[in-house]
Structure formats: structure tokens, C-alpha cells
């Protein structure tokens, strides 16, 4: 079973299009995350949820808009993409492991906008 | 503001020696210091993590080394192997779950 499993693994689309993103983790964790990874490989967090409720809300434009249906889901819904918003999208989980909190990334979904 | 940031960008060893991998923080206040893996293709994988009241941890090939007094971590990779290429991202313990930009290390055969 996948700790943290998101889909689609690759979305292709054109510029204007609006599309979503999902994450699920069987993992009993409360705080989940959504992070960008650019060509570069640098990770920045956007959102994070705990237990359902937003909690972290990254300077992020407003067409991305996170929704939590329960604490075991977080999922990214994208409207009018542009060509900036091609990269890959982590989904991941928070859980303690002695003492430090670490995250459970999902295998990413990579967005590439015509 | 506060940050985690890594002084290498990009890593070339040789099969067999050993990495070092360097990352810098601003947050004295952290508690726990965290290294990720990321493979091709992957999402970040946690490898090890220290405590801020050690200044040495070792696992398995790995050895973190923190030094607070000059707000600095190391993660050492011993006998280094094809299959340790990747992207290394040091993270601070925190709701913020920041990362650094990464290192990438490649294993030259």
C-alpha cells in the first residue's frame, strides 16, 4: 500500500484550462501539504492542512485552491493555468519519528501547460 | 527571515570516496534537523534526522554532524554508491516544514 499516493502522475494541458490534483494518505496523520518543485529542484511549500483545516497559505496566486474533505485527503485545484504553473506538485503528510516531525512525499504529479 | 539554505548546489564524487553534503540555517531554535533524499523521478525521502542538543549522529553509510555555534550541518556519506545520486535537501523541524534548494550529488562510476 502507498503512504501517500497522488494522481494523475503527469497532466498535460493548455493555458486556460483548469484541472485538480489528488492526495490521499493511509498514513493516520493529521497535517498534509502541498509543495511545487521547479526545474531547478527547489521545493516551496504553497499549503498545509491539519485535520482538515488550512493552516499555512504560502503567497500563492488565488487560482490554486487547496480543499480537504477529510483529514486523510488534500487535494490542489488549479484554475486558468498558465505557463509558470508547469512543474511538478509533492503531495506529502507529517508524522512524528522520535521526536521530529518528518514528511511522507507522494511519488509528485508533474504539470506541464502548453 | 529565517531560512535553510545549502552552500553547494551540485556534488561530483567518485564511486567509493565519500560525500559531503553542507547546509546552513538561521533558526536557532530549532530542535530537530532533518535530511531528505529525493531520487529521479521521486518525492523526498527522510534518511536521518538530529537533535539540536547532539552534534553527532550516525546511521547506516551516514553521519550527520551539527554545529550550532556556527548554525551549520554536514551529512557525510560513506563509501559512496551509484545508487546514493540524487537531490539532498536539509530541512528544519518546524509547522513550516521549509527546505533548502538541494544538492545534487552525482556518483561517477
Known amino acids: 500500500d502507498t503512504a501517500v499516493s497522488q494522481t494523475p502522475k503527469y497532466l498535460v494541458t493548455q493555458m486556460g484550462n483548469d484541472k485538480s490534483i489528488k492526495c490521499e494518505q493511509n498514513l493516520g496523520h493529521d497535517t498534509m501539504y502541498w509543495y511545487k518543485q521547479d526545474s531547478k529542484k527547489f521545493l516551496k511549500i504553497m499549503f498545509s492542512?491539519?485535520?482538515?483545516?488550512?493552516?499555512i497559505n504560502e503567497t500563492v496566486p488565488n487560482r490554486f485552491s487547496p480543499k480537504s474533505p477529510d483529514k486523510a485527503h488534500l487535494n490542489l485545484h488549479i484554475n486558468s493555468l498558465e505557463l509558470g504553473d508547469s512543474a511538478v506538485y509533492f503531495c506529502?503528510?507529517?508524522?512524528?519519528?522520535?521526536?521530529?516531525?518528518?514528511?511522507?512525499f507522494g511519488a509528485g504529479s508533474r504539470l506541464t501547460v502548453l | 527571515g529565517e531560512s535553510v539554505g545549502l552552500h553547494l548546489p551540485t556534488l561530483s564524487v567518485q564511486e567509493g570516496d565519500n560525500s559531503i553534503i553542507n547546509c546552513a540555517y538561521s533558526?536557532?531554535?530549532?530542535?530537530?534537523f532533518i535530511w531528505y533524499k529525493q531520487e529521479s523521478g521521486k518525492g523526498p525521502q527522510f534518511i536521518i534526522d538530529?537533535?539540536?542538543?547532539?552534534d553527532k549522529r550516525q546511521g547506516q553509510r551516514v553521519t550527520v554532524l551539527l554545529n550550532k555555534t556556527v548554525k551549520h550541518l554536514s551529512l557525510q556519506i560513506a563509501a559512496t554508491q551509484p545508487g546514493d545520486s540524487a537531490v539532498y535537501f536539509c530541512a528544519e523541524n518546524n509547522n513550516d516544514m521549509r527546505f533548502g534548494a538541494g544538492t545534487r550529488l552525482t556518483v561517477k562510476p
Open positions: 538530529i537533535r539540536s542538543n547532539m
Open positions: 492542512y491539519n485535520n482538515k483545516e488550512l493552516i
Open positions: 533558526n536557532s531554535a530549532s530542535d530537530y
Open positions: 506529502a503528510s507529517r508524522g512524528r519519528h522520535s521526536g521530529a516531525n518528518v514528511l511522507t
